[in-house]
């Protein structure tokens, strides 16, 4: 069994839940799953998803009860995760809240981009398109989105939206900037079931 | 990328893109959920906010307890004043509207807020009707006091449901009461789930059509994120309504009317998304002092008249 933390200060929860328990029935590969609230939730977790909603209001959150240090420590640790829109804010080395303002440290910082927030604008510039995963297509829902403006070279590129990634792996950490928790689509939410499998027994083929 | 001369058209394998859809309103509801949403009035304490972990603001040019005590026609927020919010704050800005007052609802797209709140605290400018709101490509949020409010909203397009309460008052239990109604509503509709008769008569009760009581039955919940609001006004009040199954609260008068607003603030976010850990509601609760909550305004003497829910169209 395969247990999964969602960071639970903020956001989007309930879908990334219910996307996995969709993604853990098409694998066939029996999970469970926790809300991180406090430390102690990250007891025997073998993966963390860090959600959409507002990544200022989760470090304010977090810093207080010590649970961005305790995930910080977690993740750095090797455990698998899986960050969308704000967690992939949270999740990368360099984050720029304006265009011109300094670059700073995400909470979690692992993975090797620099990112704008809300890099397409406000709402109203949020969209949704096709973009092409594993040469299939996508659904995917940019919502205030933030932008990936340059990756490192170990960053491996899933897709790309206008020339900017919008979806990468490094190592055992998944970033997107659009939501696949929105769609019905979930493929990607398979793969990171994939990585957490493959993490958790590496020579077990029911994660290939 | 600047955002000015960001063009909507076709990109990577020539599929164009989608703005504005319902996927994408709602969306943006999702993205708020368990968090607080707080009324300011100008930039510094939109920065109040921000630092104190709001997941959004609501801009207006007086607090609903201010609007309550002067009286007089309460309006759109002043263009300026939005604008000036916006810029110094990256959470998002929100808007309200009068209730059925389309135009100040365009206004307030063409300004760029992230939501708009068709609002009984504003005074209403259509007695008849709502705002048709699923032609804006940015979201809104609606009042209700119990589920057939909350449906027939939903079917003129709002993306979100907040509970009227009773704004500007501190009092929480009209809050309390709508979302209990709520909550009562759905359950009724799920008992009626497969008996088309029943349903219909539910439906036909709450005014609402036949299919939305469908939807509302078989996912066992409103299809759109559900906040509490009106009268919220200490952190165990956001705690009780996260405890009857909101997805988050708004905070108008409560934080701003008090003596204590950064502490107050910090702390309401703190309960709300804790409210399922005593402990730590108790920590919540004793960053604030009752001497310096807003002194408030009890619901039970109030004239009908003079609530402010029962402002706007009924249907």
Same mark, same amino acid.
């Given at each position: ?9 903020? /956001?989007?929860?309930?879908? +990334?839940?219910? *996307? ?25 977790? +073998? ?9 200022? &209001?989760?470090?304010?959150? /977090? ?17 698998? *995760?899986?960050?969308?829109? &704000?967690?992939?804010?949270?999740? $990368? ?10 670059? $700073?440290?995400? &909470? ?12 397409? /604008? ?17 659904? *995917?829902?940019?919502?205030? *989105? ?18 900017? &990634? ?12 659009? +939501? ?8 990607? +939410? ?6 957490? /499998? ?11 | ?12 394998? =020539? ?5 504005? %859809? ?16 707080? =009324? ?27 609007? #309550? ?20 704050? %990256? ?53 209700? !006091? ?5 449906? #027939? @909203? ?18 929480? %239990? ?12 759905? !359950? ?54 996260? @405890? ?66 029962? #402002?706007?169209?009924?249907?």
């Amino acid at each position: 069994m395969l247990k999964i933390g969602i960071l639970g200060l903020q /956001g989007a929860i309930e879908e +990334h839940e219910n *996307a996995l328990l969709s993604a853990s029935k098409a694998l066939n590969v029996p999970i469970s799953l926790i809300r991180l609230l406090n430390p102690e939730d990250l007891e025997g977790i +073998h993966g963390i998803v860090i959600p959409g909603g507002e990544s200022s &209001a989760m470090i304010l959150i /977090g810093n207080k009860t010590g649970m961005l240090q305790a995930v910080k420590n977690k993740i750095e640790s090797g455990t698998p *995760a899986f960050g969308t829109c &704000a967690g992939a804010i949270l999740l $990368s080395k360099r984050v720029r809240r304006t265009l011109n303002s300094e670059v $700073s440290e995400g &909470a979690f910082p692992v993975v090797d981009i620099e990112i704008l927030r809300n890099g397409y /604008g406000r709402q109203r510039d949020s969209f949704s398109t096709v973009i092409n995963i594993e040469d299939k297509p996508f659904e *995917a829902i940019f919502i205030r *989105a933030p932008i990936i403006n340059t990756v490192s070279n170990h960053v491996e590129i899933l897709s790309l939206y206008q020339d900017k &990634a919008v979806i990468i792996q490094q190592g055992n950490i998944l970033v997107s900037t659009f +939501h696949p928790e929105l769609s019905n689509d979930n493929l990607i +939410h398979r793969k990171f079931l994939q990585i957490i /499998g493959n993490f958790v027994s590496p020579n077990n083929d029911n994660y290939k | 990328m600047n955002n000015s001369n960001f063009e909507p058209l076709k990109s990577y394998s =020539d599929v164009e893109i989608q703005l504005g %859809s319902t996927t994408l309103k709602r969306g943006f509801a999702n993205m708020v959920k368990h968090g607080v949403v707080m =009324d300011v009035t100008n930039p510094t304490q939109a920065g109040i906010a921000e630092d104190a972990g709001a997941v959004a603001v609501m801009v207006l040019d007086q607090l609903p307890a201010d609007i #309550r005590g002067r009286g007089g026609v309460a309006r759109m927020a002043s263009a300026e004043a939005i604008k000036e919010v916006m810029e110094v704050i %990256s959470i998002p800005v929100m808007a309200k509207c009068r209730i059925g007052h389309t135009q100040e609802a365009y206004l307030l797209q063409e300004l760029g807020v992230d939501m708009i709140d068709e609002s009984e605290v504003l005074t209403p400018a259509n007695d008849a009707s709502h705002v048709w709101k699923w032609p804006f490509t940015i979201p809104f949020v609606n009042g209700c !006091r119990d589920l057939g409010e909350a449906i #027939r @909203r939903i079917e003129e397009g709002s993306a979100m449901i907040r509970t009227k309460g009773e704004a500007g008052t501190g009092d929480v %239990s009209e809050a309390i009461r709508h979302m209990r109604l709520v909550n009562k509503g759905i !359950r009724d509709v799920v008992a009626a789930k497969d008996n088309p008769e029943e349903l219909l008569i539910l439906a036909r009760d709450m005014k609402v059509s036949y299919e939305s009581a469908l939807k509302v039955a078989e996912l066992g919940r409103l299809p759109v994120v559900n906040f509490a609001a009106g009268g919220i006004a200490t952190p165990a009040d956001a705690a009780m309504m996260m @405890r009857m199954k909101c997805d988050g609260v708004f905070v108008g008068s409560g934080i701003y009317k008090s003596q204590d607003p950064e502490n107050r603030a910090t702390a309401i976010v703190y309960a709300t998304t804790y409210w399922n850990n005593p402990d730590k509601v108790l920590e919540a609760q004793s960053m604030v002092n009752e001497n310096l909550a807003m002194p408030g305004l009890g619901i039970s003497r109030m004239d009908n008249e003079d609530k402010i829910q029962h #402002r706007g169209s009924n249907l």
